[in-house]
């Protein structure tokens, strides 16, 4: 006797329900059908031989080994549009001692670029990383003219060991003395502070030195000192506009104030005394210059007198003579001054006529 089909419920038979069959999900790294790579499969190409390939997923790109002559690279390769686009990963390192990167590295490497493509979207990835390399390289570049421009970039004291060679390529009677208070007020007394880049120098540094120079009871030297470190910036700041200046020394300064500008000279100390030596007291001064210790050169005696029988003439101006300046007849010393704006000589019959002790000192 036939069975009859039983009805449920819901109208539909028993042989009408079926099971839906579902494919299980894809694993990691194999899509589009490819197996993951190993090492075998990279080490066994041969040069000129078809790419091997590693999907890293759906919209993922993949990983892709080359291998040209003895070396095999690997590359991530994304689709851009119809167009396949290639970046290069690394050489693939065949053995332990060989250079390059292992499959693991390189596969790491080509899942972090398919992230960074992620990212970056819509931008194409690869113009992404060629603005990226433009960047750096630009980074690179402005850091090495930074160091450049530190080195070159004078200190206190090369500012002033370049205004006094400046001074001696002047020919400038100042030259020594300039050079010798500098060294002397300046550079050994503050080695750190000579040693700052020149535009890191401010007022308070400059009032340090002055400073110092009072407390030790060098008044009248201190506005000398003040005075020189002030022509000094003024040089350097000309100096760093000066091609002739960048060739001979290599050093710029970049100073866009002079700290000394703010710093009162020390008026006190540059009075002139009124009081002047009596006759007694030039007469005692002009006999017992014989009679001083043996120890003194007796030509510093005689430059003494030539000096007191010179009306008192300075010796700086006395050494600028030559002997074509003395008219022994005339009894007549003529003087070349070049101080002034521009240094330009004056010449001119400074003094009347010598005093016969002073003609017999000369000669």
Same mark, same amino acid.
């Given at each position: 006797?036939?069975?009859?089909?039983? $009805?449920?419920?819901? $109208?539909?038979?028993?042989?009408?329900?079926?099971?839906?069959?579902?494919?299980?999900?894809?694993?990691?790294?194999?899509?589009?059908?490819?197996?993951?790579?190993?090492?075998?499969?990279?080490?066994n190409m041969k040069p000129g031989s078809k790419s091997k390939v590693e999907s890293l997923g759906k919209s993922r790109g993949a990983l892709v080994?080359?291998?040209?002559?003895?070396?095999?690279?690997?590359?991530?390769?994304?689709?851009?549009?119809n167009q396949s686009v290639f970046i290069k990963l690394g050489v693939y390192k065949a053995t332990s001692k060989s250079a390059g990167f292992t499959?693991?590295?390189?596969?790491?490497?080509?899942?972090?670029?398919?992230?960074?493509?992620?990212?970056?979207?819509?931008?194409?990835?690869?113009?992404?990383?060629?603005?990226?390399?433009?960047?750096?390289?630009?980074?690179?570049?402005?850091?090495?003219?930074?160091? @450049?421009?530190?080195?070159?970039?004078?200190?206190?004291?090369?500012?002033?060991?370049?205004?006094?060679?400046?001074?001696?390529?002047?020919?400038?009677?100042?030259?020594?003395?300039?050079? $010798?208070?500098?060294?002397?007020?300046?550079?050994?007394?503050?080695?750190?502070?000579?040693?700052?880049?020149?535009?890191?120098?401010?007022?308070?540094?400059?009032?340090?030195?002055?400073?110092?120079?009072?407390? @030790?009871?060098?008044?009248?030297?201190?506005?000398?000192?003040?005075?020189?470190?002030?022509?000094?910036?003024?040089?350097?700041?000309?100096?760093?506009?000066?091609?002739?200046?960048?060739?001979?020394?290599?050093? %710029?300064?970049?100073?866009?104030?002079?700290?000394?500008?703010?710093?009162?000279?020390?008026?006190?100390?540059?009075?002139?005394?009124?009081?002047?030596?009596?006759?007694?007291?030039?007469?005692?001064?002009?006999?017992?210059?014989?009679?001083?210790?043996?120890?003194?050169?007796?030509?510093?005696?005689?430059?003494?007198?030539?000096?007191?029988?010179?009306?008192?003439?300075?010796?700086?101006?006395? $050494?600028?003579?030559?002997?074509?300046?003395?008219?022994?007849?005339?009894?007549?010393?003529?003087?070349?001054?070049?101080?002034?704006?521009?240094?330009?000589?004056?010449?001119?019959?400074?003094?009347? %006529?010598?005093?016969?002790?002073?003609?017999?000192?000369?000669?």
């Amino acid at each position: 006797m036939p069975t009859r089909p039983r $009805t449920c419920t819901n $109208t539909c038979t028993y042989f009408q329900l079926v099971q839906v069959w579902e494919p299980p999900p894809k694993r990691p790294g194999r899509g589009d059908g490819m197996s993951q790579l190993k090492d075998p499969d990279i080490k066994n190409m041969k040069p000129g031989s078809k790419s091997k390939v590693e999907s890293l997923g759906k919209s993922r790109g993949a990983l892709v080994f080359r291998k040209v002559a003895d070396t095999t690279t690997g590359y991530y390769r994304y689709w851009k549009g119809n167009q396949s686009v290639f970046i290069k990963l690394g050489v693939y390192k065949a053995t332990s001692k060989s250079a390059g990167f292992t499959l693991a590295e390189l596969r790491k490497k080509a899942l972090d670029m398919a992230a960074i493509r992620q990212q970056v979207a819509p931008q194409d990835l690869k113009e992404y990383l060629e603005q990226q390399e433009r960047d750096r390289q630009q980074q690179e570049k402005d850091r090495r003219l930074a160091i @450049e421009r530190a080195e070159a970039m004078g200190s206190f004291e090369d500012l002033l060991q370049s205004y006094v060679k400046n001074l001696y390529r002047l020919g400038r009677k100042t030259a020594r003395e300039v050079e $010798t208070s500098l060294t002397t007020h300046v550079i050994k007394a503050f080695p750190e502070l000579s040693k700052r880049k020149a535009n890191d120098i401010c007022v308070d540094d400059i009032v340090s030195i002055i400073r110092k120079m009072l407390a @030790e009871g060098t008044t009248t030297r201190c506005n000398r000192v003040r005075t020189f470190i002030h022509t000094a910036f003024e040089f350097g700041m000309k100096a760093d506009n000066d091609p002739l200046h960048y060739v001979e020394q290599g050093k %710029r300064f970049h100073i866009q104030f002079n700290p000394v500008s703010a710093i009162p000279r020390q008026s006190q100390f540059e009075r002139v005394k009124e009081r002047t030596l009596t006759n007694e007291e030039l007469k005692d001064f002009w006999e017992s210059i014989d009679t001083w210790p043996t120890g003194e050169s007796p030509l510093y005696r005689l430059l003494l007198k030539v000096m007191v029988a010179c009306f008192g003439n300075r010796p700086k101006q006395l $050494t600028a003579c030559s002997w074509k300046d003395v008219d022994f007849r005339a009894r007549t010393l003529t003087f070349i001054d070049s101080k002034g704006k521009g240094a330009r000589p004056k010449k001119g019959k400074r003094c009347p %006529r010598l005093h016969r002790k002073a003609v017999l000192g000369l000669v």
